[in-house]
């Protein structure tokens, strides 16, 4: 079984720039996560899609962040204008069903640096 | 906020059992508690979760306090590959997590 695939593994850009990362879960996982992981931290979810609804965009800095999931498969995280502070590490997780189950399964994460 | 604590970091021999310790006093009853793992430049990996009950699996054990405020996550013959940074983390019924920094597991050989 294929696992979350992300890509770019590596982005640099000059801040003020704009980026986006892509991700594609587990076929048939319902549930996707975007995380921000700074290096030193554990990661802080940004956005939680049930399908292509959001369920949770809280913590998501709405004013240079967006998501999409539009068919309810893969999903990009944009940045723009991006700032210093936005230097991590972007990973997407994905969850199969909506009932409560045990396990996230992650990409490998998009590292970010912004110049 | 995060509502684990956990040390920042332990270190164990090789081949030796491992007890990696979490508090989470402000845990509600509906809260399971989750245990995943970061290799280095590598995504979180599952290891193991529970909600009142000890749990088992392939590749830890989790033992829960009878009042639930602190667990233990048990590996029972530690490798090299098992260094990573460890993270225990409370998830509530919307399965929502909260990451706190974790524990840095060192294996010495």
């Known amino acids: 079984e294929a696992g979350v695939a992300q890509s770019p593994r590596y982005k640099i850009i000059e801040k003020r720039q704009s980026v986006a990362f892509w991700c594609n879960p587990i076929s048939g996982h319902a549930t996707l996560y975007w995380y921000q992981q700074i290096l030193g931290q554990g990661p802080k979810l940004l956005i939680q899609f049930q399908n292509n609804g959001v369920v949770d965009d809280s913590q998501l800095p709405k004013d240079r962040f967006s998501a999409e999931r539009l068919k309810g498969v893969d999903s990009t995280l944009k940045i723009q204008p991006a700032k210093l502070e936005d230097s991590a590490v972007y990973l997407c997780?994905?969850?199969?069903?909506?009932?409560?189950?045990?396990?996230?399964?992650f990409g490998e994460g998009s590292r970010l640096t912004v110049l | 906020d995060a509502k684990t604590t956990q040390p920042n970091s332990m270190e164990s021999n090789e081949e030796e059992p491992v007890h990696l310790p979490c508090n989470h006093s402000?845990?509600?009853?509906?809260?399971?508690i989750h245990w995943y793992r970061q290799l280095p430049s590598q995504g979180p990996e599952y290891v193991i979760h529970g909600l009142t009950s000890n749990v088992n699996n392939r590749m830890a054990s989790l033992a829960i306090a009878e009042d639930r405020k602190s667990s233990t996550l048990i590996l029972h013959r530690a490798t090299l590959r098992d260094a990573a940074v460890y993270y225990c983390?409370?998830?509530?019924?919307?399965?929502?997590?909260?990451w706190g920094a974790g524990t840095k597991l060192i294996i010495k050989p």
């Open positions: 997780a994905s969850r199969a069903g909506t009932e409560y189950s045990g396990e996230l399964f």
């Open positions: 983390i409370l998830g509530d019924s919307n399965y929502q997590l909260i």
């Open positions: 402000t845990i509600s009853g509906t809260d399971y």
